[in-house]
């Protein structure tokens, strides 16, 4: 046997060495690295001073090199113990890079000299054992690097085997394996997912990275071991270089779990924009808890069956990097549980009003199979109890509204001063208003259904019996409705605009607040009278860490000054229909649409000012929590008052009512800080997210860049008619952002908080949102046109451009696009 042994023959590791063995599994496994040969440890012998070639070893080398094409190579060590899976001897023997063909002879037995180094020797003390011992060495073809590195298909640092670690350099990756250079370095976890990488990654492109991750996940599965390998990229594409295994410790392979939760808010998002506080998410995840029980028992489901699915109920909310989605499983899983799922699967599924569609995996394992032959039967019974309950709902509607105000009002007007409570009155509270209020919120439910199914039925029946003008119509009648709350702010907005016009301090009032009106104490007096009445809603008011107006009334003041500086225009306002004209000859129509749209009207009325009552409660509870932190910052439990944010209601009631887990209050504060902080740095995660197993840390691939949309018209929802052609603003945040009188108000989504934004706006476009959204209704009742639905207008208009918007046919038109 010779000492030069081809790759093909390369296996026995105790003749070629663990690197050499593994680079020919990998080339007989279809893995393509650079062709080699091996010189074999015995082609040499230790001289006098210097390594000393047997007989023969020169001939064969010329004749391997030949076979093996043109240089230059790479001449690398293979020695027996190294790539182990104990021990990998990684840098301890010597490389020699772009050898040309005359000088491999002299690198080889520079290689194989390097088995005898003092830094072996050392190495071999400390790890392996063992005496020293010459390499085999490997001759290999070079690859005319663009990128190399390395990648790990697991973690060697912290154990995780869900995750490939890769670390890139610009040409070849020595420098990078010697701990010369700096890599770039990626994560890509499971499903292909960019845990991290650079901003403005420089060395790989994202598909390049995903083809190193895939190639050690490859050599991992090819080995049955996690694996540490080196690559390169050239002009023809990615190679293997070397595999080995990885000899750090790893955590334990996990079970596979292949349970799938899905995380959207294409819908709560209006609700709870952005960075969401742990004190509103777990006062929010209570509230959903209590009241979607309550709204399934409405409908029919048995008491049991409810308590049978408490986790359910109680986990219908997950807070991703801080922000609040709908667990939509969940979701689904409660309407599942509704008389009549198995009868009309379809149609109930798109109650829950998402973008996408729910997988078959879940729609095809949650709920009772469709229903057949008797099983019809019984639905049907279900159905007509539910529907019963629900005609007896709706004539009780107004006494219970009535016991709603009245629980209200004595919640709200008992007395009760949060300034000079102590903890355990103000924990009593905050349980008296769990008790008499949230857990017993029958009124806003109630209507909340019937106005979602009349505004539904109403619509459709319009459309129906008129065709295109009866979607006209239906939302033109929607106007109008003169005891609206959410119609209140923009009028007195803009009266208080009239009397500040009036006296001239338009731009004293913007720039000293309410010092300006010392000397005009008619304005003060209906400034404050809003704020009695209005001092609760506040952008984003549903958080309880957001400022209300009554802390901090400034977006008002900017408000009332811009609407000082605009004079008053015609608007568009509903005219009564003339029922005969619409429906001549049809009597019986024409009462029922009658009939329909003014109980739709007042289901909508009141859905408005149910929803300003709950920004009342939610106000006090907001003055309750913080009460309960100005005391726990007294007693050295918190570092400030608002530190109170960070904590649940239930660690809050707990280090009052004593189930309390930790006193160290101020480190869980601490730890949330931090990890908010880096949350609030991050972009928003995408609209949906979908992870198998522990629903604990979800990760997801960065939202891919909007492709560039150069339309001139898009359509959307138009739910308030109107024709306006102005400059576009978009906001983002009216607590910093103004809007000029007359301008048309753009905005990703919106709350009751922006009413003093849309008092100035002459129309308003909306990304998210639909025909009952908050922006619709009080657009709706300020009579301008408005646009909901139209999916990334921030993005597709352009500040200060001109627009014209339809809000009857949803038509907008950006005036100033170039085609």
């Not at 300034?419 to 857990?439: F, H, V």
């Not at 208080?496 to 720039?511: E, F, N, Q, T, Y």
Request: net charge negative.
């Amino acid at each position: 046997m010779g000492f030069i042994i081809d790759q093909n023959r390369a296996t026995d590791v105790e003749v070629v060495g663990g690197k050499a063995a593994s680079l020919a599994r990998l080339a007989d496994t279809g893995f393509n690295p650079p062709a080699f040969f091996v010189i074999s440890a015995d082609g040499f012998r230790m001289g006098k001073n210097d390594p000393v070639a047997k007989t023969r070893l020169k001939t064969e080398l010329k004749a391997a090199l030949k076979a093996l094409g043109p240089g230059p190579f790479a001449v690398r060590s293979s020695a027996r113990q190294e790539d182990g899976a104990e021990h990998s001897h990684a840098g301890q023997f010597d490389t020699v890079l772009n050898v040309a063909s005359d000088g491999v002879f002299s690198a080889a037995r520079h290689v194989w000299a390097s088995g005898f180094s003092e830094t072996v020797q050392t190495y071999r003390r400390v790890k392996s054992g063992g005496a020293a011992e010459a390499p085999s060495i490997i001759v290999q073809r070079m690859i005319d690097a663009i990128s190399a590195g390395v990648a790990f298909s697991a973690d060697p640092v912290t154990g995780q085997r869900d995750r490939v670690m890769i670390s890139a350099i610009a040409g070849l990756g020595e420098q990078l394996v010697s701990g010369e250079a700096d890599g770039e370095d990626w994560v890509i976890g499971s499903a292909k997912i960019v845990i991290s990488s650079l901003q403005n990654p420089v060395v790989l492109t994202p598909d390049q990275a995903q083809d190193v991750a895939n190639l050690a996940r490859r050599a991992q599965a090819e080995f049955g071991a996690p694996q540490d390998i080196e690559w390169a990229f050239d002009a023809d594409g990615l190679h293997i270089l070397q595999a080995r295994p990885i000899t750090t410790d790893l955590l334990p392979e996990a079970v596979d779990d292949q349970a799938l939760t899905i995380f959207d808010n294409s819908n709560i998002v209006e609700s709870y924009p952005g960075m969401v506080s742990p004190l509103t998410y777990s006062f929010a995840l209570h509230i959903y808890s209590r009241v979607y029980r309550a709204f399934v028992g409405l409908l029919g489901v048995h008491r049991d069956t409810i308590a049978q699915n408490g986790a359910v109920f109680d986990n219908m909310l997950g807070r991703i990097d801080g922000r609040v989605y709908y667990n939509l499983v969940n979701w689904y899983r409660v309407l599942a549980l509704l008389p009549g799922f198995s009868l009309n699967r379809a149609y109930m599924e798109t109650m829950m009003g998402v973008s996408e569609p729910m997988p078959g995996e879940i729609t095809d394992t949650i709920g009772p199979p469709p229903a057949e032959g008797f099983g019809k039967v019984v639905e049907y019974l279900k159905l007509a109890k539910a529907a019963t309950a629900l005609i007896w709902q709706a004539i009780r509607l107004p006494l219970t509204r009535k016991r709603f105000y009245g629980r209200l009002n004595a919640a709200l007007h008992s007395g009760f001063d949060v300034a000079t409570a102590a903890p355990s009155e103000l924990a009593a509270e905050y349980r008296k208003i769990e008790s008499t209020l949230l857990d017993r919120w029958d009124a806003p439910l109630i209507n909340d259904f019937f106005c979602m199914i009349a505004f539904g039925a109403s619509r459709n029946l319009m459309e129906k019996w008129l065709g295109p003008d009866g979607l006209l119509l239906h939302n033109d009648v929607m106007i109008g409705q003169g005891d609206i709350v959410s119609a209140e702010p923009a009028q007195r907005i803009a009266k208080m605009g009239a009397m500040v016009r009036k006296a001239g301090i338009a731009d004293a009032l913007a720039s000293d607040g309410l010092a300006a009106l010392d000397a005009h104490p008619e304005i003060a007096r209906e400034i404050q009278s809003y704020l009695d009445k209005f001092g609760d809603r506040c952008t984003e008011e549903l958080k309880l860490e957001s400022i209300p107006l009554s802390d901090d009334p400034s977006t008002l003041l900017f408000a009332v000054a811009a609407s000082a500086e605009r004079e008053n225009t015609a608007r568009h306002h509903a005219k009564d229909p003339d029922w005969p004209a619409l429906f001549p000859g049809r009597p019986v129509q024409r009462v029922l649409a009658k009939g329909i749209i003014s109980w739709t009207k007042a289901r909508v009325r009141d859905r408005e000012n149910l929803r300003f009552e709950r920004t009342r409660i939610f106000g006090h509870a907001r003055r309750v929590f913080l009460a309960i932190g100005r005391e726990f910052a007294a007693r050295g439990l918190l570092a400030a008052q608002r530190d109170v944010f960070f904590l649940t209601t239930q660690e809050i009631l707990g280090a009052i009512e004593g189930f309390s887990l930790s006193p160290d209050l101020k480190s869980i504060v601490d730890l949330r800080k931090t990890g908010d902080a880096a949350s609030g740095q991050r972009p928003d995660p995408p609209e949906r997210i979908q992870i198998r197993g522990p629903a604990i840390a979800p990760i997801w691939d960065d939202a891919a860049t909007p492709v560039a949309d150069n339309s001139a018209t898009r359509t959307a929802t138009g739910c308030s008619a109107g024709q306006v052609q102005a400059k576009a603003c978009i906001i983002r945040d009216p607590r910093t952002q103004k809007l000029n009188p007359g301008d048309i108000l753009v905005a990703r989504h919106t709350d009751p908080g922006w009413i003093a934004v849309f008092s100035n706006a002459s129309a308003i476009v909306v990304e998210r949102g639909s025909l009952l959204s908050h922006s619709a209704i009080v657009a709706r009742e300020l009579g301008i046109p408005c646009v909901v639905g139209l999916k990334d207008a921030t993005n597709w208009i352009a500040d200060g451009e001109m627009l014209k918007v339809d809000g009857a046919t949803g038509v907008v038109e950006r005036c100033d696009a170039e085609l």
